[in-house]
């Protein structure tokens, strides 16, 4: 049996057409690398989140919008962007449990940065205004699967596991990033600038983020199936472990 992953969407919130959204090459990251998505619309209900959570045996947090400040105790700056408060509050609560219950999860971009936050953590809310030193992470119109920075991977991290490189060249589509990491996690990789392209868990059997979006770089950089296939792998563990 192929182990559900539970895909986070992201919600247009526009009153007119409220929808939810998922870019369909993070569906076929998941379907081409062992996995079966199913995507988890929001909710705030408890009961309805361990429902979702009976179901996957993973998690996978996709990127989009950027996250309230208040929720890592600061007040929101003028260049921070959009905002989608009812999915940060489903991710959290999410996260949260999934967490008790040692469930493997994966972020990207901002699944990473929600993670981080939901574990405790902090973030630059526009790295243009808070990290003057910054280079160019969100380049404009350059193509989802060009790389635009290097990263540099520390050896002693799964993700160095995974990769199997110390550097890698990423894409790169954010202004937020992570600034503290959340107890419990590591930070990963780095960009030429300092800022922090991946954390993981100490203490959980599988829990990553990276800044960037492997999943629009699957073809000119196979090694990032990697990811998918180590959040799968780590699914159908936790799955065969729940039925044992
Ligand atoms: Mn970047």
């Known amino acids: ?25 993070n569906l076929a990251a998941i379907t081409q690398n062992g996995g079966t998505p199913l995507i988890l619309p929001y909710t705030e ?3 309805m989140a361990e429902s979702y959570l009976s179901l996957v045996s993973g998690l996978y947090f996709t990127g989009g919008c950027d996250i309230q400040p208040e929720l890592f105790d600061e007040t929101p700056i003028p260049t921070l962007g959009e905002l989608c408060p009812s999915r940060d509050a489903f991710e959290i609560l999410l996260y949260q449990k999934a967490a008790g219950m040692d469930m493997p999860m994966l972020g990207i971009c901002r699944g ?3 993670m981080n936050v939901a574990a405790g953590g902090s973030l630059y809310q526009d790295l243009g205004a808070q990290k003057p030193n910054a280079m160019v992470h969100s380049p404009r119109g ?3 699967a ?4 290097t990263i540099q991977v520390d050896p ?3 993700l160095y596991t995974l990769m199997d490189a110390e550097t ?5 589509f954010h202004h937020e990033a992570v600034k503290e990491p959340a107890p419990g996690y590591r930070v990963t990789a780095w960009a030429p600038d300092g800022v922090i392209e991946g954390i993981e868990s100490t203490e959980l059997t599988f829990s990553l983020g990276v800044q960037w979006h492997p999943e629009d770089m699957l ?10 296939k180590a959040l799968i792998a780590a699914a159908a563990e936790y799955l065969r472990k729940q039925n044992a």
């Not at 060009?146 to 920075?149: G, I, R, V």
């Not at 890698?168 to 790169?172: D, H, Q």
Request: hydrophobic share 40%; net charge positive; proline share 9%.
């Open 1 to 25: 049996m192929k182990p559900l992953i539970g895909v986070i969407p992201s919600r247009i919130c526009n009153e007119a057409t409220d929808s939810y959204q998922v870019r369909a090459v």
């Open 45 to 47: 209900d408890p009961a």
């Open 112 to 114: 990473v940065q929600i």
């Open 142 to 144: 350059v193509g989802r």
């Open 146 to 149: 060009l790389p635009s920075h």
């Open 156 to 158: 002693g991290s799964r």
């Open 168 to 172: 890698l060249a990423v894409n790169s």
């Open 219 to 228: 073809q000119s950089a196979p090694v990032f199936a990697e990811l998918y």
